[in-house]
T-cell receptor
């Protein structure tokens, strides 16, 4: 079965630096990969979607890459701010009826 | 007002009790989902529905049932609650427009925190 791995250890970085989060998966590549943000006690909120034929997608300070050879997506937040502190989830869609499979998420803490 | 609402937001119940969690949406989406979230395990799909007459089991449907009463309403029931159903439950919606492939985003409710004693 498909497996998704996100770093279970929290990522602590200094304000202004670039945060890089990793999402690895096994077996065959998904048709789409999405990143969500989740704040404590709240539901996940969609951030970015990247398709298997895309290498990179950007939105303001956010950038996602998708490497189907490495079976990995990287999520970057440039010029990070304390308000970026949250849990970030990657979600994979293998195109079978639009069911997303979520990773467990990585906690990001940005310190001022 | 929130597009996806869940009631109750918090619930404490006892083993063996039947409870229902409700989800309503004003986004006009056809697709609705129920997930549970446990620490370290991420979100796991319980049931999903692509329209009012469609109900599908997800990854972990045992012990749960659902009802899609209308396009806007999707409820989750625990027929006989047990302690390992203690978790955070989320409802989500998504929309597939004609000609659009898979990969549309999901919109989540605020969650229901359930404790089964």
């Amino acid at each position: 079965s498909q497996k998704i791995e996100q770093n279970s250890e929290a990522l602590n970085i200094q304000e202004g630096k670039t945060a890089t989060l990793t999402c690895n998966y096994t077996n065959y590549s998904p048709a789409y990969l999405q990143w969500y943000r989740q704040d404590p006690g709240r539901g996940p909120v969609f951030l970015l979607l990247i398709r298997e034929n895309e290498k990179e997608k950007r939105k303001e300070r956010l950038k996602v890459t998708f490497d189907t050879t490495l079976k990995q997506s990287l999520f970057h937040i440039t010029a990070s701010q304390p308000a970026d502190s949250a849990t970030y989830l990657c979600a994979l869609d293998w195109g079978h009826g639009n069911k997303l499979v979520f990773g467990a998420g990585t906690i990001l803490r940005v310190k001022s | 007002d929130a597009d996806v609402t869940q009631t109750p937001r918090n619930r404490i119940t006892k083993t063996g009790k039947r409870i229902m969690l409700e989800c309503s949406q004003t986004k006009g989406h056809d697709r609705m989902y129920w997930y549970r979230q446990d620490p370290g395990l991420g979100l796991r799909l319980i049931y999903y529905s692509f329209d009012v007459k469609d109900i599908n089991k997800g990854e972990i449907s045992d012990g749960y049932s659902v009802s899609r009463q209308a396009q806007a309403k999707f409820s989750l029931s625990l027929e006989s609650a047990i302690p390992n159903q203690t978790a955070l439950y989320f409802c989500a919606t998504s929309d597939r427009r004609p000609g659009q492939g898979a990969g549309e985003t999901q919109y989540f409710g605020p969650g229901t925190r359930l404790l089964v004693l």
